[in-house]
C-alpha cells in the first residue's frame, strides 16, 4: 500500500519561504498524479496545488499561485511544495495526497493520503 509523509512545515515569519516534502513508498508512485491540500482550524480542506505524473501538468489555487511552486523528484519517489512569500493566511495543516485517477481537474478523487504537516505564519 502506498504511504505519504509530509514533512518540512514549521514556524516562520510573514514573508519567509518553506518547501514541503511528501515523500511515498510504493512502486508505482512516479505514476500517481498527486496534489497538496491544506485546511486550517474551523474550515474544509482546501486544494493547494497538483502535479500530473510526467510533471508537466500543473495547476494551483488562485490564493497560492505566483507564490508556491509544486514539483516532483520520481526517482526519489517525493513530490515537493515550494512555498514563496507566505503570509498568515497560509497558516495550515498541509497534507499530499496521490492516486492513479483522481478527478479532472485534479482537485479530488485522491485515493491515499499523508497525515499533515502544520505550517504557521506569522505577521
Known amino acids: 500500500q502506498v504511504r505519504l509523509v509530509e514533512s518540512g512545515g514549521g514556524l516562520v515569519q510573514a514573508g519567509d519561504s518553506l518547501r514541503l516534502s511528501c515523500a511515498a513508498s510504493?512502486?508505482?508512485?512516479?505514476?500517481?498524479?498527486t496534489a497538496w491540500f491544506r485546511q486550517a482550524p474551523g474550515k474544509e480542506r482546501e486544494f493547494v496545488a497538483y502535479?500530473?505524473?510526467?510533471?508537466?501538468?500543473?495547476s494551483y489555487a488562485d490564493s497560492v499561485k505566483g507564490r508556491f511552486t509544486i514539483s516532483r523528484d520520481n526517482a526519489k519517489n517525493t513530490v515537493y511544495l515550494q512555498m514563496n512569500s507566505l503570509k498568515p493566511e497560509d497558516t495550515a495543516v498541509y497534507s499530499c495526497a496521490a492516486g492513479p485517477k483522481p478527478d479532472g481537474s485534479g482537485r479530488g478523487g485522491y485515493a491515499y493520503w499523508g497525515q499533515g504537516t502544520q505550517v504557521t505564519v506569522s505577521s
Open positions: 510504493g512502486r508505482t508512485f512516479s505514476s500517481y498524479p
Open positions: 502535479i500530473g505524473w510526467s510533471a508537466i501538468s500543473t
